[in-house]
Protein backbone atom coordinates (compact mmCIF):
# COMPACT_ATOMS: atom_id res chain seq x y z
CA UNK A 1 0.00 0.00 0.00
CA UNK A 2 2.77 2.23 -0.61
CA UNK A 3 1.05 5.18 -2.52
CA UNK A 4 -1.75 5.08 -0.58
CA UNK A 5 0.59 5.48 2.72
CA UNK A 6 3.03 7.65 1.10
CA UNK A 7 -0.33 10.02 0.46
CA UNK A 8 -1.59 9.78 3.89
CA UNK A 9 1.65 11.50 5.32
CA UNK A 10 0.78 14.43 3.07
CA UNK A 11 -2.52 14.38 3.73
CA UNK A 12 -1.71 14.66 7.82
CA UNK A 13 0.66 17.53 7.23
CA UNK A 14 -1.76 19.14 5.05
CA UNK A 15 -4.40 18.63 7.52
CA UNK A 16 -2.61 20.29 10.26
CA UNK A 17 -2.28 23.41 7.65
CA UNK A 18 -5.90 23.04 6.91
CA UNK A 19 -7.23 22.85 10.64
CA UNK A 20 -5.32 26.76 11.02
CA UNK A 21 -7.78 27.81 8.44
CA UNK A 22 -10.47 26.26 9.76
CA UNK A 23 -11.02 24.05 6.47
CA UNK A 24 -10.98 20.78 8.38
CA UNK A 25 -13.47 22.04 10.43
CA UNK A 26 -15.82 22.99 7.66
CA UNK A 27 -15.43 19.66 6.61
CA UNK A 28 -16.34 17.35 9.80
CA UNK A 29 -18.99 19.92 10.83
CA UNK A 30 -20.60 18.58 7.53
CA UNK A 31 -19.70 15.10 8.65
CA UNK A 32 -21.38 15.34 11.87
CA UNK A 33 -24.70 16.67 10.10
CA UNK A 34 -25.00 14.50 7.44
CA UNK A 35 -24.41 11.15 9.99
CA UNK A 36 -26.94 13.21 12.36
CA UNK A 37 -29.69 13.84 9.79
CA UNK A 38 -28.85 9.66 8.90
CA UNK A 39 -29.06 7.62 12.15
CA UNK A 40 -30.01 10.43 14.95
CA UNK A 41 -28.27 12.66 17.43
CA UNK A 42 -26.75 9.62 19.82
CA UNK A 43 -22.98 9.10 19.05
CA UNK A 44 -23.30 6.07 21.49
CA UNK A 45 -25.71 4.11 18.69
CA UNK A 46 -24.43 5.89 15.61
CA UNK A 47 -21.38 4.92 14.66
CA UNK A 48 -20.90 7.22 11.78
CA UNK A 49 -21.74 9.94 14.29
CA UNK A 50 -19.61 8.48 16.86
CA UNK A 51 -16.17 8.33 14.22
CA UNK A 52 -17.44 12.14 13.34
CA UNK A 53 -17.29 12.99 16.62
CA UNK A 54 -13.74 11.12 16.98
CA UNK A 55 -12.42 13.32 14.27
CA UNK A 56 -13.61 16.94 15.18
CA UNK A 57 -12.57 15.80 18.72
CA UNK A 58 -8.44 15.14 17.61
CA UNK A 59 -9.01 18.28 15.38
CA UNK A 60 -9.45 20.21 18.76
CA UNK A 61 -12.73 20.91 17.39
CA UNK A 62 -14.71 23.69 20.25
CA UNK A 63 -17.36 20.99 21.90
CA UNK A 64 -20.14 23.62 20.93
CA UNK A 65 -19.53 23.34 17.50
CA UNK A 66 -20.30 19.93 17.89
CA UNK A 67 -23.49 19.70 20.06
CA UNK A 68 -24.87 22.56 17.16
CA UNK A 69 -23.73 20.16 13.98
CA UNK A 70 -25.40 17.50 15.71
CA UNK A 71 -28.88 20.06 16.17
CA UNK A 72 -28.29 20.98 12.91
CA UNK A 73 -28.57 17.40 11.99
CA UNK A 74 -31.22 16.35 13.30
CA UNK A 75 -33.35 19.75 12.89
CA UNK A 76 -33.25 21.44 16.61
CA UNK A 77 -30.96 24.00 14.60
CA UNK A 78 -31.40 25.65 11.13
CA UNK A 79 -28.88 24.93 8.72
CA UNK A 80 -27.66 23.95 4.97
CA UNK A 81 -29.24 20.70 3.40
CA UNK A 82 -26.88 18.44 1.88
CA UNK A 83 -26.43 15.91 -0.63
CA UNK A 84 -24.01 12.93 -0.87
CA UNK A 85 -22.34 11.60 -3.83
CA UNK A 86 -19.58 9.89 -5.21
CA UNK A 87 -17.65 10.69 -8.45
CA UNK A 88 -15.64 8.21 -9.90
CA UNK A 89 -13.01 9.25 -13.00
CA UNK A 90 -9.58 8.70 -14.09
CA UNK A 91 -6.41 11.01 -13.15
CA UNK A 92 -3.28 11.29 -15.27
CA UNK A 93 -1.60 7.57 -16.33
CA UNK A 94 -4.96 5.65 -15.97
CA UNK A 95 -5.66 6.18 -12.08
CA UNK A 96 -8.50 4.79 -11.02
CA UNK A 97 -10.19 7.74 -8.41
CA UNK A 98 -13.07 7.84 -6.18
CA UNK A 99 -14.55 11.62 -4.67
CA UNK A 100 -16.57 11.49 -1.81
CA UNK A 101 -18.76 14.41 -1.75
CA UNK A 102 -21.03 16.77 0.73
CA UNK A 103 -22.56 19.57 -1.11
CA UNK A 104 -25.29 21.69 -0.97
CA UNK A 105 -25.20 23.09 -4.84
CA UNK A 106 -24.48 19.13 -6.93
CA UNK A 107 -25.21 21.31 -10.27
CA UNK A 108 -21.98 23.80 -9.28
CA UNK A 109 -19.82 20.59 -7.81
CA UNK A 110 -20.32 18.72 -10.98
CA UNK A 111 -18.72 21.35 -12.80
CA UNK A 112 -16.02 21.86 -10.72
CA UNK A 113 -15.09 18.29 -10.80
CA UNK A 114 -15.51 18.10 -13.95
CA UNK A 115 -12.95 21.19 -14.64
CA UNK A 116 -10.39 19.89 -12.31
CA UNK A 117 -10.32 16.43 -13.86
CA UNK A 118 -9.16 18.01 -17.17
CA UNK A 119 -7.34 20.62 -16.04
CA UNK A 120 -4.91 17.99 -14.70
CA UNK A 121 -5.08 15.72 -17.15
CA UNK A 122 -8.19 13.30 -15.94
CA UNK A 123 -11.34 12.30 -17.20
CA UNK A 124 -15.05 11.89 -15.23
CA UNK A 125 -16.32 8.49 -15.29
CA UNK A 126 -20.03 6.33 -15.48
CA UNK A 127 -20.80 5.37 -11.90
CA UNK A 128 -19.11 2.46 -10.99
CA UNK A 129 -16.10 2.18 -13.34
CA UNK A 130 -13.73 1.99 -10.99
CA UNK A 131 -15.56 1.41 -7.41
CA UNK A 132 -14.89 -2.46 -8.15
CA UNK A 133 -10.95 -1.50 -7.94
CA UNK A 134 -11.12 -0.34 -3.90
CA UNK A 135 -12.43 -2.34 -0.75
CA UNK A 136 -13.13 -0.59 1.94
CA UNK A 137 -10.48 -0.87 5.35
CA UNK A 138 -9.61 0.88 8.36
CA UNK A 139 -6.61 2.99 8.58
CA UNK A 140 -4.90 4.22 11.92
CA UNK A 141 -1.91 6.08 11.96
CA UNK A 142 0.50 6.21 14.46
CA UNK A 143 3.65 8.20 14.46
CA UNK A 144 6.87 6.54 14.49
CA UNK A 145 8.67 8.41 17.00
CA UNK A 146 5.96 7.66 19.60
CA UNK A 147 6.62 3.78 19.89
CA UNK A 148 9.34 1.40 18.53
CA UNK A 149 8.30 -0.97 15.63
CA UNK A 150 9.40 -3.99 17.92
CA UNK A 151 7.35 -2.68 20.57
CA UNK A 152 3.67 -1.83 18.41
CA UNK A 153 4.32 -5.43 16.28
CA UNK A 154 4.35 -7.44 19.53
CA UNK A 155 1.23 -5.62 21.03
CA UNK A 156 -0.35 -6.00 17.89
CA UNK A 157 -0.33 -9.28 17.74
CA UNK A 158 -2.92 -9.29 20.36
CA UNK A 159 -5.53 -6.92 17.72
CA UNK A 160 -7.72 -8.02 15.25
CA UNK A 161 -5.70 -6.35 12.66
CA UNK A 162 -4.79 -7.10 9.05
CA UNK A 163 -1.54 -5.56 7.72
CA UNK A 164 0.49 -2.77 9.70
CA UNK A 165 2.53 -0.27 6.80
CA UNK A 166 6.13 0.72 7.87
CA UNK A 167 7.02 1.90 4.97
CA UNK A 168 6.45 5.53 5.43
CA UNK A 169 9.13 7.34 6.94
CA UNK A 170 7.15 9.22 9.71
CA UNK A 171 3.72 6.80 10.28
CA UNK A 172 3.18 3.48 11.16
CA UNK A 173 0.00 2.21 9.35
CA UNK A 174 -1.80 -0.43 11.12
CA UNK A 175 -5.15 -2.14 8.36
CA UNK A 176 -8.17 -3.04 9.72
CA UNK A 177 -11.51 -5.02 8.50
CA UNK A 178 -14.14 -2.26 8.01
CA UNK A 179 -16.20 -4.02 10.94
CA UNK A 180 -13.13 -4.47 13.27
CA UNK A 181 -12.11 -0.68 13.23
CA UNK A 182 -13.90 1.01 16.18
CA UNK A 183 -12.76 -1.78 18.43
CA UNK A 184 -8.75 -2.01 17.19
CA UNK A 185 -9.15 2.07 17.27
CA UNK A 186 -10.38 1.79 21.45
CA UNK A 187 -7.70 -1.06 21.57
CA UNK A 188 -4.37 1.18 19.88
CA UNK A 189 -5.21 4.08 22.23
CA UNK A 190 -4.68 2.13 25.18
CA UNK A 191 -1.04 1.18 23.35
CA UNK A 192 -0.06 4.45 22.01
CA UNK A 193 -0.74 7.69 20.86
CA UNK A 194 -3.15 8.02 18.15
CA UNK A 195 -2.39 10.62 14.59
CA UNK A 196 -5.21 9.75 12.48
CA UNK A 197 -7.63 7.29 12.36
CA UNK A 198 -10.54 6.79 9.12
CA UNK A 199 -12.13 4.38 7.11
CA UNK A 200 -10.99 4.56 3.89
CA UNK A 201 -11.03 2.72 0.45
CA UNK A 202 -8.10 0.87 -0.33
CA UNK A 203 -7.19 0.27 -4.00
CA UNK A 204 -6.57 -3.52 -5.03
CA UNK A 205 -3.49 -2.48 -7.17
CA UNK A 206 -1.23 0.60 -7.61
CA UNK A 207 0.04 1.92 -10.86
CA UNK A 208 3.76 3.58 -10.80
CA UNK A 209 3.78 7.32 -11.87
CA UNK A 210 6.86 8.80 -12.97
CA UNK A 211 7.93 12.47 -14.23
CA UNK A 212 4.68 14.95 -15.69
CA UNK A 213 1.99 11.94 -15.01
CA UNK A 214 3.28 12.13 -11.29
CA UNK A 215 3.40 15.52 -11.03
CA UNK A 216 0.16 16.15 -12.32
CA UNK A 217 -1.77 13.42 -10.21
CA UNK A 218 -0.10 15.25 -7.22
CA UNK A 219 -1.48 18.69 -8.29
CA UNK A 220 -5.11 16.98 -8.95
CA UNK A 221 -5.01 15.48 -5.63
CA UNK A 222 -4.12 18.77 -4.19
CA UNK A 223 -6.46 20.76 -6.08
CA UNK A 224 -9.05 18.41 -5.08
CA UNK A 225 -8.53 18.25 -1.63
CA UNK A 226 -8.37 22.30 -1.59
CA UNK A 227 -11.96 22.28 -2.94
CA UNK A 228 -14.64 22.81 0.07
CA UNK A 229 -17.04 19.85 -1.49
CA UNK A 230 -14.83 17.74 -1.08
CA UNK A 231 -14.65 15.40 2.07
CA UNK A 232 -12.58 12.64 0.54
CA UNK A 233 -10.28 11.22 -2.01
CA UNK A 234 -9.20 7.63 -3.02
CA UNK A 235 -6.72 6.75 -5.97
CA UNK A 236 -4.47 3.80 -6.68
CA UNK A 237 -1.05 6.05 -7.72
CA UNK A 238 1.97 4.83 -6.83
CA UNK A 239 4.73 7.30 -7.03
CA UNK A 240 8.21 7.26 -5.49
CA UNK A 241 8.79 9.39 -2.07
CA UNK A 242 11.45 11.70 -4.03
CA UNK A 243 8.78 12.94 -6.56
CA UNK A 244 6.60 13.39 -3.65
CA UNK A 245 8.79 15.68 -1.86
CA UNK A 246 9.72 17.76 -4.81
CA UNK A 247 5.77 18.49 -4.83
CA UNK A 248 6.46 19.37 -1.08
Not at 28 to 50: F, Q, S, Y
Not at 169 to 188: D, L, Q, S
Not at 227 to 243: G, L
Amino acid sequence: MSGHSKWSSIKHKKGKEDAKKGKIFSRIVKEIVVAAKAGGGDPATNARLRLAVDKANEANMPKDNIEKAIKRGIGELPGVSYIEMVYEGYGPGGIAMLVNITTDNKNRTASEMRKLFADYGGNLGETGCVNWMFRKKGLISVLKSKISEDELMEKALELDIEDIDTSDNEYYEITTAPEKFNIVKEAVKKIVEIENSELTMMPNTYIKLTGREASSMLKLMDALEDNDDVQAIFANFDIDSKEIEKFQ
